[in-house]
């Protein structure tokens, strides 16, 4: 699993997943890929204002393992939760985002 490494901090962010601008995030279900809206825990990306927090992270596109720079941000849901990601634009419209990794993560 790919791990970036915020500047100047210790914290350690893996890939999430990768969408077109506004679009679901395709996954795999029973073998078929399935539309879902892009969520970070319960916050839905899209709908919400990334209010951007100071730092970027160094990541690496997964799919054609090109570096990109990631900023990071934070987006509030309606019951006051708070999401933190990185994201960066692949290309033009297709945006990868990251999450930081739990302390119980599987890094392997």
């Not at 915020?6 to 999430?16: C, K, V």
């Not at 506004?22 to 539309?35: E, Y």
């Amino acid at each position: 699993m790919d791990v970036a490494h915020a500047r100047g901090t210790m914290t350690e962010w893996r890939f999430y997943a990768s969408t077109g601008d506004g679009g679901p995030w395709m996954r795999p279900v029973d073998g078929k890929l399935q539309a879902f809206p892009l969520t970070i825990g319960t916050v839905p990306v899209w709908e919400r204002h990334w209010g951007p927090v100071l730092g970027a992270v160094d990541v690496t596109d997964p799919h054609y393992g090109q570096p990109h720079r990631a900023s990071i941000y934070e987006i509030k849901g309606e019951n006051g939760s708070t999401a933190r990601f990185a994201a960066t634009e692949f290309s033009n419209g297709v945006w990868g985002f990251y999450i930081p990794c739990e302390a119980g993560d599987d890094l392997g």
